[in-house]
Nanobody, 114 residues
Framework: VQLQASGGGFVQAGGSLRLSCKVS????????FNWYRQTPGNQREWVAH???????NYLDSVKGRFTISRDRAKATVYLQMNNLKPEDTAVYYC?????????WGQGTQVTVSS
């Protein structure tokens, strides 16, 4: 499984960005998709989850602002981020779960200025 994340950038507080994660390779049997984020010196933090059935979960601090979704035809997972805050600044990573294993993309930088 290969993951290619994109869509990061620089935005002012209150702005929006949409991250994309293109999934390729053995996409059969993928059970869930996640977005994580990481800031320097800190552990990677889980942000959002969408299951194969479409159920979603979010980190409390992003509820109501972020939306995870997927397009099966494009084999792509998205993270729509609205009302961004400086504390959302991080490298964002997509992750998929397949047959008990996790796979990671390369990360995309999101910077939110105050």
């Amino acid at each position: 499984v290969q993951l290619q994340a994109s869509g990061g950038g620089f935005v002012q507080a209150g702005g929006s960005l949409r991250l994309s994660c293109k999934v390729s390779g053995m996409v059969v049997s993928i059970s869930a998709f996640n977005w994580y984020r990481q800031t320097p010196g800190n552990q990677r933090e889980w942000v959002a989850h969408i299951s194969r059935e479409g159920s979603t979960n979010y980190l409390d601090s992003v509820k109501g602002r972020f939306t995870i979704s997927r397009d099966r035809a494009k084999a792509t997972v998205y993270l729509q981020m609205n009302n961004l805050k400086p504390e959302d600044t991080a490298v964002y990573y997509c992750n998929v779960e397949r047959q008990g294993r996790g796979y990671w993309g390369q990360g995309t930088q999101v910077t939110v200025s105050s």
